[in-house]
T-cell receptor, first 113, second 115 residues
Framework: GAGVSQTPSNKVTEKGKYVELRCDPI?????LYWYRQSLGQGPEFLIY????????DSGLPNDRFFAVRPEGSVSTLKIQRTERGDSAVYLC???????????FGPGTRLLVL | GQQLNQSPQSMFIQEGEDVSMNCTSS?????WLWYKQDPGEGPVLLIA?????ELTSNGRLTAQFGITRKDSFLNISASIPSDVGIYFC???????????????FGKGTHLIIQP
C-alpha cells in the first residue's frame, strides 16, 4: 500500500518568504506528526495531530510555524517570514489510532537563502 | 526534556562483522523504537519494543528493551553493504499510557562498512 507522501521533495526559498509543506499520511491513520531534522541530528518533534485537532504543538519553535489538518487526513505545515535557520529536512509521520509506532515520509528539504 | 544518548556515534566495520549499538536515557521509557535512515530518505522502522526485558528479532537484527527501562540495544549480525546508514533509537516524548505521542530521537549511530 501507499506510504506517507510529502510534497515538494525540495524547496528553495528566500529569507522572509512564506512556504507551505504538504503531508499525505497513510490511509486510515488518525495520528499525524511533523518533525524537523537538521544536519547530523535526529528528528525533532514539532506538532502532533489526532484527527483534525493539534493534540500537542509544544515542539513548534515560534509563532512563525503553524500547521493544519482540516479534514483529518492531509496536513500542511506553514512557515511565515522564513529565516536561514529554518533550513532543514521536514519529516511527516503517521500512525494508527493508539499506536506508538510511526511511519515516516521521505521528507521535504527546505533551503532558505 | 528527555534526551536519548546513542553510542557509538559512528562505526567502521568490515562486511560480515557483527554490530552492536546502544541507547541510554536518564528517564524511563515505556516504548523503544529503532529506525534506520538512508541518505535522502525518511527513517524506516526496524524494531519496536514494548516491555522491559523484551528481546525481539527482525531477520539479522535483534533489539532488547533494558530491564531498567532506561536503555536499549540493537545488534546486527553478519553485516552486509546495505546495512550502511544511520540508526536511531526513539521513544515517546512523554509518559504514555498506551496512546500516541511525539517521539524523542537520539542523534544516531552512523554505520559504515569498509570494503
Amino acid at each position: 500500500g501507499a506510504g506517507v507522501s510529502q510534497t515538494p521533495s525540495n524547496k528553495v526559498t528566500e529569507k522572509g518568504k512564506y512556504v507551505e509543506l504538504r503531508c499525505d499520511p497513510i490511509s486510515g491513520h488518525t495520528a499525524l506528526y511533523w518533525y524537523r531534522q537538521s544536519l547530523g541530528q535526529g528528528p525533532e518533534f514539532l506538532i502532533y495531530f489526532q484527527g483534525t485537532g493539534a493534540a500537542d504543538d509544544s515542539g513548534l519553535p515560534n509563532d512563525r510555524f503553524f500547521a493544519v489538518r482540516p479534514e483529518g487526513s492531509v496536513s500542511t505545515l506553514k512557515i511565515q517570514r522564513t529565516e536561514r535557520g529554518d533550513s532543514a529536512v521536514y519529516l511527516c509521520a503517521s500512525s494508527p489510532e493508539g499506536a506508538e509506532t510511526q511511519y515516516f515520509g521521505p521528507g521535504t528539504r527546505l533551503l532558505v537563502l | 526534556g528527555q534526551q536519548l544518548n546513542q553510542s557509538p556515534q559512528s562505526m567502521f566495520i568490515q562486511e560480515g562483522e557483527d554490530v552492536s549499538m546502544n541507547c541510554t536515557s536518564s528517564s524511563i521509557f515505556n516504548t523503544w523504537l529503532w529506525y534506520k535512515q538512508d541518505p535522502g530518505e525518511g527513517p524506516v522502522l526496524l524494531i519496536a519494543l514494548y516491555k522491559a526485558g523484551e528481546l525481539t528479532s527482525n531477520g539479522r537484527l535483534t533489539a532488547q528493551f533494558g530491564i531498567t527501562r532506561k536503555d536499549s540495544f540493537l545488534n546486527i549480525s553478519a553485516s552486509i553493504p546495505s546495512d550502511v546508514g544511520i540508526y536511531f533509537c526513539a521513544g515517546p516524548a512523554a509518559y504514555s499510557g498506551g496512546g500516541a505521542d511525539g517521539l524523542t530521537f537520539g542523534k544516531g549511530t552512523h554505520l559504515i562498512i569498509q570494503p
